[in-house]
């Protein structure tokens, strides 16, 4: 099974696939994780990243693509959940191809419908786990612990590109660049929105259902 998660920053993406990746099985492959792994590191890869991720714009679609490529094949899993990728037309084009090639394909897009004053309140309150990328919200999704992830007991923190003029780059990048590639999957014809506005249970449910 390939999912693909589409929405807008905020919009709930990494929240629900954590959940949904860990009930079916399935390798949550989140790009915006990967890369921030990758500066973590400090790898060449990272330190090129960086800057594109902190003003809020796209990281080039080849390096993206490169970087995806080679995770599809094989998951030691049920399938694979693919959270912020593809975000312009050439990577779901080039994404077609492989699936091609490796003859499957996508089976479920996602879009998480929210509105873009919700966007901003979610972003302005999130705090993200650096070691396992879970998000929470200082209101919406707190932790049981002030300030420690759940699930591995890291401090968290706040993303640099949470901040204001950051996220209002990223919502633009979004209109620009990635609303495209919904047109793209309603042609395809594998698209399904969920109000993403919900609750976040309420949410996992039209999400199990739309899944099937
Ligand atoms: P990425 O990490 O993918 O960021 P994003 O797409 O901007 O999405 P977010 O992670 O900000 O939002 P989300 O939808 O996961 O929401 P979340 O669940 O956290 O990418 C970062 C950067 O990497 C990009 O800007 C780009 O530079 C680069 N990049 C990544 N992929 C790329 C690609 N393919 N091509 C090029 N560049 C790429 O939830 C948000 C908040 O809301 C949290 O606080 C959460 O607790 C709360 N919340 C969630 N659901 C609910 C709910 N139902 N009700 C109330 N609160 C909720
Ligand atoms: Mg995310």
């Known amino acids: 099974m390939l999912i693909v998660f589409l ?29 921030r792994a990758e500066v973590a590191a400090a790898t060449a890869l990272g330190l090129a990243a960086k800057a594109f991720m902190d003003r809020g714009d796209l990281v080039p679609d080849d390096v993206m693509i490169g970087m995806i490529k080679g995770r599809l094949e094989g998951p030691d899993s049920d399938g694979i959940l693919l959270d912020g990728f593809p975000r312009t037309v050439a990577q779901a084009t080039a994404l077609d191809e492989a699936l091609t090639t490796a003859n499957t394909s996508v089976d479920r897009s996602i879009f998480f419908k929210v509105s873009e004053e919700e966007l901003v309140r979610r972003l302005a309150g999130r705090a993200t786990c650096p070691n396992c990328q879970r998000p929470y919200h200082d209101t919406f999704n707190k932790p049981q612990n002030t300030d420690k992830c759940d699930d591995c007991g890291s401090d968290l923190i706040r993303r640099e590109d ?10 633009k990048v979004y209109a620009t660049q990635t609303t495209p590639v919904l047109e793209h999957y309603q042609k395809v014809g594998n698209l399904v929105e969920v109000d993403g506005e919900q609750s976040i249970d309420a949410v996992q449910e039209d999400l199990a259902a739309a899944i099937g």
């Not at 949470?162 to 919502?171: M, Q, S, W």
Request: aromatic share 0%; no cysteine.
């Open 7 to 35: 929405g807008a920053p905020g919009a709930g993406k990494g929240t629900q696939a954590k959940t949904l990746a860990q009930k079916q099985n399935l390798t949550h492959l989140a790009t915006g994780d990967l890369l």
């Open 162 to 171: 949470d901040k204001p003029e950051a996220v209002r780059n990223r919502l």
